[in-house]
T-cell receptor, first 113, second 115 residues
Framework: GDSVTQTEGQVTVSESKSLIINCTYS????????LFWYVRYPGEGLQLLLK???AGQKGSSRGFEATYNKETTSFHLQKASVQESDSAVYYC??????????WGSGTKLIIKP | GGIITQTPKFLIGQEGQKLTLKCQQN?????MYWYRQDSGKGLRLIYY???????QKGDLSEGYDASREKKSSFSLTVTSAQKNEMAVFLC??????????????FGPGTRLTVL
């Protein structure tokens, strides 16, 4: 089946430092899945952060970037300089052959002032 | 913009009890979803519906029923609550998917506790 593995648990980063949250995927149902990052800010519902539907392309939003790497089956989320407002839980997801989303377990980002 | 409302926010039930969770959306989206999220885990699809009166099973449908009474509402029934079902249930909606995977919009969730 299809699966998504992302950085487990929580990540703590000092304000203005760089961030990477790893995401790798495995798929047997679809050769070129669409890839997504969703985010849940404290007190809010899950919302789409960015998506990439073409291998080799980069998506970006709110200073975050992720590149769809077909060779390494990865879609890591990066930001050059984090802010306190980036504190949230981040989820990587894959679109499978049934047009449904397969989700990673989520990574909680904590920003140290 | 629109909003997704889930009721109740917290649901406490007894083991073996039948429990119903409700979801309303005013986006006028075609497709609605129910997910379950256990603590520290990703979301797992229970049911989805691509139009009124349509129901499609997800990977986790056993032990649940769903009903799409009208375009704007989608309810989920836990047919017999079990202690290992304590989780957050998330409702989502989107325009009809397809190859472009329409963005899903989520409600705030219902937290289920089974005593």
């Amino acid at each position: 089946g299809d699966s998504v593995t992302q950085t487990e648990g929580q990540v703590t980063v000092s304000e203005s430092k760089s961030l990477i949250i790893n995401c790798t995927y495995s798929t047997t149902s679809i050769a070129y899945p669409n890839l997504f990052w969703y985010v849940r800010y404290p007190g809010e519902g899950l919302q789409l952060l960015l998506k990439v539907i073409t291998a080799g392309q980069k998506g970006s939003s709110r200073g975050f970037e992720a590149t769809y790497n077909k060779e390494t089956t990865s879609f890591h989320l990066q930001k050059a300089s984090v802010q306190e407002s980036d504190s949230a839980v981040y989820y990587c997801a894959l679109g499978d052959s049934n047009y449904q989303l397969i989700w990673g377990s989520g990574t909680k980002l904590i920003i140290k002032p | 913009g629109g909003i997704i409302t889930q009721t109740p926010k917290f649901l406490i039930g007894q083991e073996g009890q039948k429990l119903t969770l409700k979801c309303q959306q005013n986006f006028n989206h075609d497709t609605m979803y129910w997910y379950r999220q256990d603590s520290g885990k990703g979301l797992r699809l229970i049911y989805y519906s691509i139009t009124e009166n349509d129901l499609q099973k997800g990977d986790l449908s056993e032990g649940y029923d769903a009903s799409r009474e009208k375009k704007s509402s989608f309810s989920l029934t836990v047919t017999s609550a079990q202690k290992n079902e304590m989780a957050v249930f998330l409702c989502a909606s989107s325009w009809t998917g397809g190859r472009d995977y329409a963005e899903q919009f989520f409600g705030p969730g219902t937290r289920l506790t089974v005593l």
